[in-house]
Every structure is written in structure tokens, then in C-alpha cells.
């Protein structure tokens, strides 16, 4: 078992900016909540194989636009609260934390719950990169509709009419829908605990040691970023086996909030060639050119301000930024087991008004097809 520090905090942090994809908090909110944990005692990190198998584990996670952000004081308060909750309905002795996935943030999801506890944050995060879909974090449990699995989620000010304070026993995929129709409706993201698993279970669904990965590739990062973001993009590119897509000027950057989701798309001019349009539902999901597609979720897609070297969420792309466009194919990533599911994309399809290609890739086990296939999209509406 590690103890965890600040080297260790910005390390996590910027590599989960990068496997952020655009989602999952952002740098600036990621080293906030971790320093916070820090000031409040010393987080622990596990690996699994460290823990029994029988050991139970809860994720903890977070739902709401990237443009909901609140203070991160407020969320660790509400991280604490449903953790609270939980543990009310809960008749299960909990062994450790998962974060739901890797972001900037979401790599410190369980710090602070941790230092006070002294249980140890589990580096086996429900995937290995941010994804906009609770149950793409949800171990699997989707596929067992017979399974009851407890849910709490709190947001919101107190005795504000937008507080939220819920507990649900149901199936994973009522659950998610619960929560993620509270957020559209009451407009305030949602910290949550969720999904009480035993180490067993999660071995075999979880991104396992993606938080290392993420510390990998932020000591990278933070290694190059001195010499300018050609140097970083060269490394990371050695480093994921992954390669630049684009490179240009954002032309537009258009996002608008819809059913708890930051929708949209951002256009990308390149001097000599044709523009590129990256879709957007909380993290970059799709990237065209022209007619050919050049990366889909579960590819990595990471958009990289050309000045400063560093990654951008989805809600940091500005109009006139000087840009690169960087991919990692889903073979070179750790992903949690959802992520093979073709079926959880349907929802952001409609949403996006966008037919992902599915080129080499099995309707309800996608994780076969290719990074840079030229497969395009049927239809494209934004």
C-alpha cells in the first residue's frame, strides 16, 4: 500500500487530463480536491491484488455537465454526505474506494475519503479513460438486470430548492437513469457512491492499475511540457502508441446543455487540408474529416492547446485557440469491461443525432474496430 502525496497528486492529475478525453473535471478542479484530501490527512493507494477477494468496494463518481461545475469544496461535502447516505442503507463492511473512471479530477474521487478513513482509494477504476454514461462505469452491471445495487447521490445547497438527497435500491440501469433524470431536472451535478462489489467481481470488469497508467503518463507529460507541446505530443505519442489527428484553429466551439449532458461540436481549420469536427457529449466522442471518421469512442480523443502544451476539457475549447487533436486506439488503453458493449453508445447516438461507425466492431461487444478507420458516419445533425 502506497501513501500518496502532492508529487503523486499532480502527477495523477495531468495524466488524467490526458485520459480525460475532455471529461472529468478539469486540472485547475483536480489539484484543488486533492491538496484539500491532503490538508485533511494522508489518502492511501491500493493495488488490487493487495486486497482479499471477498473485500467489498464502492465507486464513487459524479454526474452533471462539464459546465455545472461547482466548487470543489461543495463536492467533496457532497462526496462525504452520499458516502453517508450509503452507509445508512448499506449493510456491507466497505474495504476500499474506486473512482469511476480517470479525468482530472476524477483520479482523486476517494483522496479525501480515504485520509479520513485510512481506507485505501483501489487502483482499479471502473475504466481506464472519462466517459459520459454512468453505467460505462458501472462494472458491468448492466448486463444483470436481476441484480439490486444501492445507490446515494447528494448535490445541491442546503435548504436550496435545487438539494438532492437520494437513495435507490434497484438494477444498475434504473439507478443510472434516476440519477442522470434528477440531474436534468434539478440542474445541479451529483456526487455519488454506488455499487457495493467484491474484489472478485471487480477484477474482472475494472480498468485495473489505470490509475498507474495515469501517473505514467503524466510524469511524462510534466517531463516534456518545459520544451513546448510538439515535445509532449512526441512522447506521449511513443509512450500510448497513439498519433496527432489534427492540428489547426478552432473555428467554432459550440456547446449547449441538454438532459444532463454538455452536447455539441468543435471545428477545427487546417491550413492546406480539410477541417475536422469532434462531437462532443461531455467528453470528445467522434472525430471526422471530411468524410472519413478518424476516431470513435472508446478511442482516446484529447485536444491539446498548441501553446501551453496542455490538455483542454470539452468546456476549455475556445474559439481562435491554436490546436492539436491527438488519438490513442482503444487496443493501447485500459478500459473497464462496458466499454466492449456496443449498446451504451445507442443513448449518445441519439443524442448527438450522429450513427457511430461501427466498422469491424460487433453490435453488442465493440472493441474491435480500428482506430483510424476511414468508416464515416451516416449522418451527422448537430
Known amino acids: 500500500m502506497e501513501l500518496l502525496d502532492e508529487v503523486c497528486l499532480q502527477q495523477m492529475v495531468y495524466g488524467g487530463a490526458v485520459l480525460g478525453g475532455g471529461g472529468g473535471g478539469t486540472i485547475g478542479a483536480g489539484m484543488e480536491a486533492g491538496r484539500e484530501a491532503l490538508r485533511c490527512g494522508t489518502p492511501r493507494l491500493a493495488k488490487l491484488s493487495e486486497l482479499p477477494h471477498h473485500a467489498s468496494l464502492v465507486t464513487l463518481s459524479r454526474v452533471g455537465t462539464v459546465r455545472g461545475e461547482q466548487s470543489v469544496e461543495m463536492l467533496d461535502r457532497h462526496q462525504s454526505e452520499s458516502l453517508k447516505l450509503f452507509l445508512k442503507l448499506s449493510e456491507q463492511k466497505i474495504s476500499g474506494f474506486l473512482p469511476s473512471e480517470v479525468g482530472p479530477l476524477a483520479v482523486t474521487y476517494g483522496w479525501k475519503a ?13 475504466n481506464g479513460r472519462a466517459h459520459p454514461l454512468g453505467l460505462m462505469g458501472s462494472l458491468g452491471l448492466h448486463r444483470f438486470p436481476r441484480h439490486l445495487t444501492i445507490t446515494a447521490a447528494v448535490g445541491g445547497a442546503l435548504k436550496n430548492s435545487n438539494r438532492v438527497e437520494i437513495t435507490i435500491k434497484s438494477n444498475a440501469q434504473h439507478a443510472a437513469e434516476m440519477v442522470r433524470n434528477t440531474v436534468a431536472r434539478v440542474k445541479v451535478p451529483l456526487a455519488i457512491t454506488r455499487n457495493p462489489l467484491p474484489a472478485s467481481y ?20 510534466l517531463r516534456h511540457i518545459p520544451a513546448g507541446c510538439s515535445a509532449v505530443l512526441h512522447a506521449l505519442s511513443a509512450l500510448m502508441r497513439g498519433r496527432l489527428l489534427a492540428q489547426g484553429v478552432v473555428e467554432s466551439a459550440e456547446l449547449r446543455e441538454q438532459g444532463g449532458f454538455s452536447l455539441g461540436r468543435i471545428m477545427i481549420a487546417q491550413p492546406g487540408s480539410s477541417p475536422v469536427m469532434v462531437a462532443v457529449c461531455n467528453e470528445y466522442m ?21 501553446k501551453t502544451g496542455l490538455p483542454l476539457s470539452s468546456a476549455e475549447v475556445r474559439r481562435a485557440q491554436n490546436v492539436v487533436v491527438f488519438g490513442v486506439p482503444r487496443k493501447k488503453l485500459l478500459l473497464g469491461s ?11 447516438e441519439r443524442l448527438l443525432r ?20 476511414p468508416a464515416g458516419p451516416r449522418t451527422v445533425a448537430l
Open 286 to 306: 467522434v472525430a471526422f474529416k471530411g468524410g472519413a471518421t478518424l476516431a470513435v469512442i472508446p478511442d482516446l480523443i484529447s485536444i491539446f492547446n498548441s
Open 338 to 348: 462496458p466499454m466492449k458493449d456496443r449498446r451504451l453508445l445507442h443513448s449518445v
Open 202 to 221: 471487480v477484477r474482472r470488469h475494472a480498468a485495473v492499475g489505470a490509475l498507474s497508467v495515469a501517473r505514467g503518463v503524466g510524469k511524462e507529460l
Open 354 to 373: 450522429i450513427d457511430f461507425p461501427v466498422r469491424g466492431m460487433s453490435r453488442n461487444n465493440a472493441d474491435e474496430r480500428s482506430l483510424y478507420s
Open 114 to 126: 480515504s485520509a479520513l478513513t485510512g481506507l485505501p482509494v483501489v487502483d482499479a477504476p471502473c
